[in-house]
């Protein structure tokens, strides 16, 4: 009988994380506080036990200066770890998610960008958590049962998150927000990113008729 050597995964969705040091990220997490409750103060919705997103707009504010440099610098190592040769990028939404104890947000993803990206401001015990999908639908064709969930069957992965992390991940992998179990308010800070020039620069017609040649194997 033949015995399986080794399991070999294919084609991963990489979603790549960065931690801002608690000395910087205090300080910043503390500016954007106090700027987000005056937000929060001046919204007529401020109160809407579903969750408040402040406009998209966000990283224009001097309050949100020296992360929106973390974030592009964060978006410089994944453009190198990709090894892309288009380096021309700008920030195309950025807000602010508030969510109350008893908040989540439902699955979603962030169409006609390349890069989106989530950094945290407060993170209550409880509300710690955000979802990814697997963007694979055809393993949802047929579901055996199993005896235990791992990487290798589940059609999600939750990750734990804290104060001052930033993630980012390709912007059509689809995402949730569990609900906030917590007796604090989250908040966090969402980021898309697209190439500048995208329709002269990346997707140029492909007059190639031919698909290209598979390998023997």
Wanted: proline share 7%.
């Amino acid at each position: 009988m033949f015995e399986a050597k080794k399991a070999v995964s294919l084609f991963p969705t990489t979603l790549w994380l960065f931690q801002i040091p608690a000395e910087v990220h205090g300080r910043i997490n503390a500016e954007l506080k106090r700027k987000l409750n005056e937000l929060i103060a001046a919204a007529s919705d401020e109160n809407h036990v579903g969750g408040w997103q402040t406009e998209h707009d966000l990283h224009t504010l001097p309050e949100m200066q020296e992360l929106t440099v973390h974030f592009l610098n964060a978006v410089d190592d994944v453009l190198d770890a990709i090894t892309t040769t288009n380096r021309n990028v700008k920030i195309t939404g950025c807000w602010a998610n508030i969510g109350p104890p008893g908040s989540g947000h439902d699955s979603h993803l962030h169409p006609n960008n390349f890069l989106s990206a989530v950094y945290y401001v407060s993170v209550p015990m409880g509300g710690h958590q955000i979802t990814f999908w697997d963007p694979r639908h055809q393993t949802r064709i047929m579901a055996p049962p199993v005896n235990e969930t791992n990487v290798t069957n589940s059609d999600y992965a939750n990750m734990q998150v804290q104060e001052g992390m930033l993630i980012l991940f390709p912007a059509w992998l689809v995402h949730s927000v569990p609900e906030n179990a917590g007796n604090d308010t989250r908040i966090s800070i969402s980021f898309n990113i697209n190439f500048t020039d995208f329709s002269d620069d990346i997707s140029a017609p492909n007059w190639q008729p031919d698909l290209p040649t598979h390998p023997e194997g």
